[in-house]
């Protein structure tokens, strides 16, 4: 019965999930057309919780998560928003680390990145000056700057396969996860469309793949449409 409530369920998330991420594609494309290489935003500590944890408790996260590195791809403002992961992470004494090569910058939050945030599920409440900003990082994806093995979680929602969807691009940064990840590390990837649909045409790519196992999560927000119906895919060492 348990198998067949599963398949009965993967035949509506799966299908789900794949429309929701080329409508996604759809609206990034005409971002892109309009000039805007990028959307930087300040996604909440509830809304990581909810696609990359399972929905769990912020406690259980934290407490989870302390002694090991955990790395966030693509950051955006998040190092400066009060209800962040990255300032959560920071209060909590856990090695959290927000890469993006925004923050070779100084960093202007005005009014529509508050409205933006606020639209993401954030309070929209931003620091000039905040707290743990020698662990935000400018740096692109496929150059960290941490060691070989010295990275237990990779997290990056809206940015891979989504922003960056050229494949030698991809192969390089997923090289260099392989680097950074310690054994039986996991890169976490929202959001994406069921991955047996993906097709690839770098051979380069296809190898580097096959050195990851890839397990997928179907992730939604219920009512709340500010977590996009998406498969949450783990990428493991």
């Known amino acids: 019965m348990n198998f067949k409530k599963?398949?009965?369920?993967q035949r509506i998330t799966r299908p789900l999930a794949n429309i929701s991420f080329a409508v996604m594609n759809k609206q990034v494309r005409a971002i892109e057309s309009s000039g805007i290489s990028m959307?930087?935003?300040?996604?909440?500590?509830?809304?990581?919780?909810?696609?990359?944890?399972?929905?769990?408790?912020?406690?259980?996260?934290l407490n989870d998560l302390k002694g090991k590195v955990i790395v966030d791809i693509g950051c955006g403002y998040t190092p400066f928003a009060d209800d962040s992961m990255f300032q959560a992470c920071h209060?909590?004494?856990?090695?959290?680390?927000?890469?993006?090569?925004l923050l070779a910058n100084q960093v202007k939050i005005d009014f529509k990145d508050r409205l933006l945030a606020r639209a993401m599920g954030s309070k929209?409440?931003?620091?000039?000056?905040p707290e743990g900003m020698s662990n935000a990082i400018s740096a692109y994806a496929d150059a960290l700057p941490f060691a070989e093995q010295s990275v237990d979680q990779i997290l990056t929602?809206?940015?891979?396969?989504?922003?960056?969807?050229d494949e030698?691009?991809?192969?390089?940064?997923?090289?260099?996860?392989?680097?950074?990840?310690?054994p039986g590390?996991?890169?976490?990837?929202?959001?994406?469309?069921?991955?047996?649909?993906?097709?690839?045409?770098?051979?380069?790519?296809?190898?580097?793949?096959?050195?990851?196992?890839?397990?997928q999560t179907f992730v939604h927000g219920g009512l709340d449409f500010r977590v996009t119906p998406a498969m949450l895919t783990v990428m493991g060492k």
């Open 91 to 101: 209060q909590a004494g856990v090695e959290f680390y927000g890469v993006d090569p």
């Open 168 to 182: 030698a691009a991809l192969t390089k940064i997923l090289r260099e996860f392989l680097r950074v990840l310690k």
């Open 6 to 9: 599963r398949a009965f369920g």
């Open 39 to 61: 959307m930087h935003t300040a996604r909440p500590f509830w809304y990581y919780r909810r696609v990359f944890f399972q929905g769990q408790s912020a406690t259980s996260v």
């Open 185 to 215: 590390g996991v890169a976490k990837l929202y959001q994406l469309p069921d991955w047996r649909l993906m097709q690839f045409e770098n051979m380069e790519l296809i190898e580097v793949l096959k050195r990851f196992t890839i397990k």
């Open 124 to 129: 929209g409440n931003f620091s000039n000056t």
């Open 157 to 165: 929602s809206f940015l891979l396969f989504v922003w960056i969807k």
